[in-house]
């Protein structure tokens, strides 16, 4: 290995190719590092703050922050994965997440990552807001009480797709998921079931219809295997695609 084009991620040593991000080379060298809102085909975000790493004494977003020869780059940390359960904790309870109840359980990348650093409970007082689901979609229901503004489906849907079909609106506590269409309905937009945006979401937010438990709970992809050693659904279904 060429030492002067790798750093080390918790005493492994990481080869990277210039350009790289810290969380691009990690991933192709086969190590895990939680996030949510990263996806290999679009640029980074850095928005969920899941990937959070510490490096030369400063926490920097794995999916953002270059790569560069040396770098000591510290993931798997104790109080790293408390900040990082901390966030997910948040967002279990900022949404109406039910894992046993939902569609997605076991395919879930929230779900996945939450045991992955180990949040079995969500230790906040949980909103129970009260979200519109839009079936209005022939092939896709949208569900927006899962929705954890990652806008993965609002950048596939620009920078992929080229249609604008989903953007955030308000901010803060009263940021939402809202749909590009004359009624803000997903039936009356441009949104297609071939579109990659249907295809990104991390959570049960965005399900096509009329394939619910075509895989049974306990055979999913997270049941067989944790997320460290599979990567995340909208991941592997983009490198499938290309």
Not at 82 to 110: D, W, Y
Not at 165 to 181: H, K, N
Not at 220 to 242: C, F, H, M, T, W
């Amino acid at each position: 290995m060429n030492l002067a084009n790798s750093f080390r991620l918790d005493g492994r040593e990481i080869p990277f190719q210039p350009g790289q991000t810290l969380m691009d080379a990690a991933l192709a060298a086969g190590a895990y590092i939680p996030h949510l809102c990263h996806n290999p085909e679009l640029a980074p975000h850095g928005s969920c703050r899941v990937c959070v790493v510490r490096v030369g004494g400063r926490l920097v977003s794995a999916c953002t922050a270059p790569a560069a020869a040396g770098l000591e780059v510290a993931s798997d940390t104790p109080d790293i994965q408390a900040s990082r359960r901390a966030i997910l904790q948040m967002l279990f309870v900022e949404g109406n997440h039910i894992c046993p109840a939902c569609e997605k359980t076991g395919a879930c990348q929230l779900q996945a990552v939450a045991y992955y650093v180990g949040m079995l409970e969500p230790h906040f007082t949980h909103f129970f807001p009260r979200r519109d689901v839009d079936a209005s979609h022939p092939d896709y229901v949208i569900d927006f009480n899962r929705c954890i503004l990652c806008e993965l489906c609002v950048r596939a849907s620009r920078d992929l797709d080229g249609k604008h079909v989903f953007a955030i609106s308000g901010r803060g506590i009263d940021s939402r998921l809202v749909i590009e269409s004359p009624t803000g309905k997903l039936g009356d937009s441009a949104f297609a079931a071939t579109d990659r945006a249907a295809h990104v979401c991390p959570v049960g937010a965005i399900l096509p219809k009329r394939g619910a438990y075509s895989v049974p709970i306990g055979q999913r992809l997270y049941d067989r295997e944790p997320i460290s050693q599979v990567g995340d659904v909208a991941a592997n279904e983009g490198r499938a695609r290309s």
